[in-house]
């Protein structure tokens, strides 16, 4: 193994760490491990509002997600499709026009791309907050129709800090009594 490709295993390990634990959405279990005993690969649970169809009925609720990413050892070195890296695994019924279970589609990941950046980003495809609205660019044409007339985005957050508390007050009064 790359020294330098464990090195940043091990930073992508303790961003994760410190990004689930800023979110009350995401959770994280590392899969499988390279020689140095760092994760290369995680299935990530992700909570979010998401259209899914069932009997032909698009339905949108809040919803738990499961996400398999995996770093292959030239993952630094060259960019990669979302479909060898990156799998939907949950819901299989998602009704999106990035999503063709279980391929999600985010763009192409370039070299060395952060884990969180790379979660950031299928949050907002799920949420209908990144979407492709072309026919011809999307993996689900009558996902497109439906997204022209649907109420977009599902979500307006962000997948970061929403466990963050929220910031004292600021007032000169309690400045000065502090000092």
Not at 66 to 91: N, T, V
Not at 123 to 134: D, G, H, K, S
Request: aromatic share 8%; net charge negative; with cysteine.
């Amino acid at each position: 193994m790359d020294k330098v490709f464990e090195v940043f295993l091990e930073g992508q390990q303790a961003e994760v760490d410190a990004f689930c634990k800023t979110s009350d959405r995401l959770t994280s279990m590392p899969h499988s491990y390279s020689e140095g005993g760092a994760p290369t690969s995680y299935i990530f649970r992700l909570q979010c509002r998401s259209p899914v169809r069932v009997k032909g009925v698009v339905q949108i609720k809040d919803r738990a997600h499961l996400i398999a990413f995996s770093m292959p050892d030239d993952y630094l070195r060259i960019p990669h499709d979302p479909g060898h890296i990156l799998c939907l695994l949950e819901p299989s019924n998602i009704f999106h026009p990035n999503v063709m279970g279980p391929m999600i589609c985010i763009g192409d990941i370039a070299p060395a791309a952060s884990i969180t950046d790379i979660l950031v980003r299928v949050f907002e495809v799920l949420t209908c907050q990144r979407i492709t609205m072309r026919e011809a660019d999307a993996f689900n044409h009558a996902a497109c129709e439906w997204a022209r007339h649907a109420d977009l985005p599902l979500e307006e957050d962000s997948l970061i800090a929403t466990k963050a508390k929220p910031s004292r007050e600021f007032s000169f009064q309690a400045m000065t009594k502090e000092t």
